[in-house]
């Protein structure tokens, strides 16, 4: 397990995380969303030891990091890549060829890293990363640039991890992949954990917003009605829906009256659940 606790980190005078309390729990996989410049690449380089914090405690056990694919060697052939890592990290080559002929890498073992393509070196690092017996495992992105077929490859990998007892880090600008694979999300916007929990909770969470949805034959004229009312704002709009963000202070119940009263036309209505991109990257 990995924790953060009351974490802050500052480069010179910019305060980049804002007390930081996170945990990677054995077991399962945690995923930490957010914009560009959010701070998770900081989150990363303070678990693997890169920076140190300006205040807080980190508690961890063993480590293994997916680098980014820029930082690989490059000069080196990919067999002599995996070796030279297999041996820092004591683990079997044999395993690391075995993950290689998975994701079919393993007849460009021979090649130098600076021939491969984008892809390829994304894949080398996910097979350098996953070898070794550590007690806790960080994929970066791991299947950006990578062939779909491969992408799941690599993600049924990384569940075999968490249900063996290990923890995972995971992060990726794929909103359906961290809905569908995470146990835990951590929201970060400007630095500081905005919102936490399951996907479950994120989503119970966004629901207190009321959302909902209407489906019509005649959404221009059931717009026009719905801007006269105080508690409603126009989220979307097509021309057979519209997505409405109601307050508290009206039941829906009681819209819903107030439009049958205006013999609008309304042929179905739900409320909206939001998905992770609409959590994690709306304005606030």
Known sequence: MIELTHVNKRFKSK???????????DGKITAIVGPNG?????????????????????????????PDADNLYAEMTGKAFLKYMCKIKKADYKDAVHIADVLEIS??????????????????????AYVGDFD????????????????????????QLAKQGKGVLLTSHNMTELETNSDYLYIL????????????????DSLAQNHYVFTTDDAANLVT????????????????QVVIALS???????????????HLSLTGFWQDHQHLADIAFSDK
């Open 15 to 25: 305060v980049v995380l804002d007390d930081i309390n996170l945990k990677i729990a």
């Open 38 to 66: 959010a701070g998770k690449s900081t989150i990363i380089g303070l678990i693997s030891g890169y920076f140190r914090p300006t205040s807080g405690d980190i508690d961890h056990g063993t480590v293994s990091v997916m």
């Open 107 to 128: 007849n460009d073992l021979n090649k130098k890293i600076s021939t491969y393509s984008f892809g390829m070196k994304k894949k080398i690092s996910f097979v350098q």
């Open 136 to 159: 806790t495992y960080i994929f970066d992105e791991p299947t950006s640039g990578v062939d779909v077929p491969s992408a799941k490859v690599m993600l049924g990998l990384v569940m």
């Open 189 to 204: 916007r400007n630095g500081k954990i905005d919102q936490s929990g399951t996907m479950q909770d994120l989503e119970a």
């Open 225 to 240: 009605f719905l801007t006269q009312v105080p508690q409603v704002e126009i989220v979307s709009k097509t021309d057979g």
């Open 248 to 262: 508290d202070e009206l039941p829906i119940s009681d819209l819903i009256m107030k439009i049958l009263e205006q």
